[in-house]
């Protein structure tokens, strides 16, 4: 800690150094106006104690106030006498942060270390909440940024429903508030033509800014060619993987992306998928409630921006009426209490539970009970990764009357 002193008593100058000089804290007493303000201008302090009547009352004034421009978040303790008080209320009109009465004994000087060490905690402290508050600003700015490529009103075809949530990690807290950090999850349905719908679902490898830049990285370039006509799910991940694995902005530190896209072919309801590093979906049956993974993990590639040349898989499987189909990322499966037990992990047996429970609940319902229980295994530590579910149900027939 670095202070600097103003005094206009030579012999208590002396004693001030002697108290304040030591350890730690590097203190610089003078008892000359000149050399105060000079030191005012080329020194880094953390805290200045000042004579209010240094070398008089009226340059005293002058030496505070060029203080306090100079070095508005440092803060200025003054020293008044008895008789004084008329000095001191001016000083504190114009933004003194504390003062000190002295005593005729001079037994004031001893308070002199506690005082200016707490001055220097609490403009820390202070620091601290501005810092924090500026850096809330700028990750919710990332957030809403993020937001804004995630759709809302998502196209629901005859005879099909689809309900989707992206929520980002865990709240996290600087300085005395929460904030919800930017993520890495992206989501998107949208409809070819008439006869086909896609479905996909990404994440990007880390938290906050840098993930949230590579996902609107793959966001910007699956909105450039999604209108291109590809064979089949492998080409269009295939031409998605050779652009990211080009993108310093998504490889930086290792960085990577994986990603579920898929086709439902309308007609004659056929899924067509490919995984790059994405849990596989999940089809559950709403007559017997059977819940089966579609495809296996082995049919899952390497998560995209990591082997330009890796070949990926298709696979394929019906939807059958009366049925739903989960695409996630692992950050609903992978809930578990903030002391790393990942034997309480929620796991594909706590998806599986909750979308039996909710055999018979709208598909609303069941998206909030996945959330929830997902969480509540965390036992309220917040999951600790992003999280986005696509829920689709296809009804018994294609005239009812819900409405998505």
């Known amino acids: 800690m670095r202070v600097l002193v103003g005094w206009d008593d030579p012999t208590e100058a002396e004693t001030i150094t002697l108290i304040l000089d030591v350890d730690d804290t590097d203190a610089k007493v003078t008892n000359c106006a000149t050399e105060f303000a000079e030191q005012l201008e080329k020194g880094s302090w953390d805290v200045v104690l000042l004579s209010l009547n240094f070398p008089d009352e009226e340059e005293a004034f002058q030496l505070f106030e060029k203080a306090h421009q100079t070095m508005p978040h440092v803060p200025v303790i003054g020293a008044w006498k008895p008789g004084e008080l008329a000095r001191l209320a001016r000083f504190i009109s114009v933004g003194l942060y504390s ?5 005729e004994n001079g037994d004031f000087i001893f308070l002199l270390p506690t005082m ?7 403009a820390q402290a202070q620091r601290a909440r501005i810092l924090a508050e500026r850096l809330r600003e700028e990750v919710d700015s990332v957030r809403r940024l993020q937001e804004s490529v995630i759709p809302h009103n998502l196209p629901a075809p005859p005879g099909y429903k689809v309900v989707a949530r992206y ?3 865990q709240i996290r807290v600087l300085g005395s508030n929460p904030v919800v950090m930017a993520g890495g999850d992206y989501y998107d349905v949208f409809t070819l033509d008439a006869n086909k719908m896609i479905l996909l679902i990404g994440d990007a490898s880390g938290h906050g800014v840098k993930a ?6 793959m966001h910007t370039l699956i909105r450039m060619i999604r209108d291109q006509k590809y064979a089949n799910t492998v080409d269009f991940v295939t031409a998605v993987n050779k652009q990211l694995c080009s993108s310093e902005i998504v490889q930086d530190q290792g960085g990577f992306i994986t990603l579920l ?13 490919t995984s790059a590093g994405q849990p596989m979906p999940l089809l559950q049956d709403l007559a ?5 993974m579609l495809g296996t993990d082995d049919e899952a590639g390497l998560p995209l921006a990591i082997e330009e040349d890796w070949v990926y898989e298709e696979c394929e499987a019906v939807i059958p009426p009366n049925s739903r189909l989960l695409i996630y990322t692992d950050g609903l499966d992978e809930a578990f209490p ?8 929620f796991g594909m047996k706590g998806i599986i539970r909750t979308m039996q429970d909710c055999q018979h609940l709208s598909l609303e319902e069941t998206m909030d009970r996945l959330f929830a229980d997902s969480n509540a295994a965390t036992l309220g530590a917040g999951r600790h990764d992003d999280t986005s579910v696509l829920l689709l149900e296809r009804r018994e027939s294609p005239d009812s009357s819900d409405s998505p």
């Open 99 to 103: 003062h000190i009465l002295r005593d």
């Open 116 to 122: 200016i060490e707490a001055a220097y905690r609490a």
């Open 167 to 169: 929520e980002p990690s």
């Open 212 to 217: 949230c830049m590579s996902i609107m990285t």
């Open 261 to 273: 896209y898929s086709t439902l072919d309308l007609p004659n309801h056929t899924l067509r998928w």
């Open 288 to 292: 017997t409630n059977e819940v089966r």
């Open 338 to 345: 903030a002391d790393g037990d990942q034997s309480q992990q």
